[in-house]
């Protein structure tokens, strides 16, 4: 299968759904920041030690998440191809919720800000909280943009919860990832 | 946390192998039970070494699995259907892809080249968007017309697009002298559709560009052959 088919050469592109939108729209900047998310939380998991399969397990699995929503995201909602998407349920933000407690658990308490660095892995992981984060507001405005006053469907609502705990998560994880490196975290000295 | 996506797996041997059309196979197959699909979707051969997609032809609710097949020079799967013997088992997994009917929102304008009208021929005998639906078809010649009596008895609309000069016009019925492209610009009314297209890649991108010129409130939904 070739890679390229130059259908989205003049700025347009489409929807899984079928629409043609230009790549400047709220639901492909949606999409297109839900992307570039997994591909730094990709990165993460580059960064990480080999000790650490069960960790890097469970972040794949988040990336697989995140390929799902994305699939929701590009698709507009109510249309027949939603029958091909796996049902994006409030499961995955309390599998998040277990996770971050697990990982919180033997982290020393937080005093004092710190400053998003520390190991590779940690400092990976910090950037890939302001992404999550970026994308979390873009898909506030999705669902301003798209929904208006009948408010976003349970789908939506669901990945925005997802979303909120995703940051959480890796926030904790950079924390983690200094722990386990040794380091603990990087205080600022303000 | 972790998901697995298994693709489902089945043995099926050939029943049936005839020519459809000058270099064009028709495949047929043992349907295994459990196979279900849905019209416009395609199998994938396990070959020894590599891998071919099919899109079926058939009925989900059929006794066999039906495919057509360009046969390409030099091609490994033309070279190992042509010498396979009647009962041969292939490995298949599927079923694969997203290429179904979406539904009666706006009209439908299937847009095939070659053996890209396959999965049509699975919407057609499923009955599935025939009653407003408009094929055209792109071949180089007439002899590649597959499947006609299918799309006549069946669509709304049928328009053989014939792309070389050709002799007794009469004998092709409703046929378009040209591309599938100048089909869309000089003959269809302006309006909202869905369009499915499936075949070669520059057709695609050549329909896609036409599409968002002329028809840009309407809806694309593209299995491309390459």
């Known amino acids: 299968m070739k890679i390229y088919t130059g259908t989205g050469d003049r700025g347009k592109t489409s929807l899984f759904s079928g629409e043609r939108i230009s790549k400047s729209s709220p639901r492909l900047e949606a999409y297109g920041d839900l992307d570039e998310l997994n591909s730094v939380i990709g990165a993460v998991v580059a960064a990480m030690d080999e000790d650490q399969p069960a960790l890097k397990g469970e972040i794949m699995a988040i990336q697989a998440l995140l390929l799902e929503a994305g699939a929701w995201l590009a698709t507009t909602p109510g249309a027949a191809s939603t029958r091909f998407l796996k049902p994006f349920t409030k499961d995955p933000a309390e599998m998040l919720e277990i996770a971050i407690d697990r990982m919180n658990a033997p982290l020393p308490e937080l005093k004092h800000f710190i400053l998003p660095g520390g190991h590779l892995s940690a400092s990976l992981a910090h950037m890939a909280r302001t992404v999550c984060r970026r994308t979390e507001r873009r898909v506030i405005e999705l669902a301003e943009h798209e929904d208006g006053d009948s408010g976003p469907t349970d789908t939506l609502t669901h990945i925005l919860v997802f979303l909120n705990r995703l940051s959480d998560y890796l926030f904790v994880l950079a924390r983690y990832c200094n722990h386990i490196q040794g380091q603990g975290d990087v205080p600022w000295q303000g | 946390m972790a998901r697995v996506s298994d693709t489902p797996r089945f043995t099926a041997s050939l029943v049936d192998r005839h020519w459809l059309a000058p270099g064009i196979l028709e495949l047929r197959l043992t349907r295994p039970v459990e196979i279900d699909f849905i019209p416009g979707q395609f199998m994938r051969f396990a070959m020894d070494g590599y891998e071919r997609d099919y899109t079926m032809v058939s009925t989900p609710d059929a006794e066999t699995i039906d495919f057509c097949v360009a046969v390409v020079d030099g091609g490994r799967f033309s070279r190992d259907i042509l010498r396979a013997d009647i009962g041969k088992r292939f490995q298949l997994t599927g079923p694969h892809g997203h290429f179904v009917f979406q539904g009666p929102a706006n009209p439908a304008v299937f847009v095939a080249t070659g053996t890209g009208v396959a999965p049509f021929v699975a919407f057609c005998r499923s009955g599935v968007g025939v009653d407003a639906g408009l094929l055209l078809h792109g071949v180089d010649t007439p002899d590649r017309l597959i499947y006609r009596e299918i799309f006549q008895s069946t669509l709304r609309d049928y328009i053989p697009c014939i792309s070389r000069p ?61």
Do not use: W
Not at chain 2, 186 to 213: A, H, N, S
């Open chain 2, 166 to 226: 050709f002799e007794n016009r009469d004998s092709v019925e409703r046929a378009y002298s040209g591309r599938v492209t100048g089909y869309l610009k000089q003959q269809l009314t302006p309006g909202t559709y869905d369009f499915y297209l499936c075949g070669r890649g520059t057709m695609i991108r050549d329909v896609t560009e036409l599409i968002d010129d002329h028809f840009s409130d309407s809806r694309l939904f593209i299995e491309s052959y390459d």
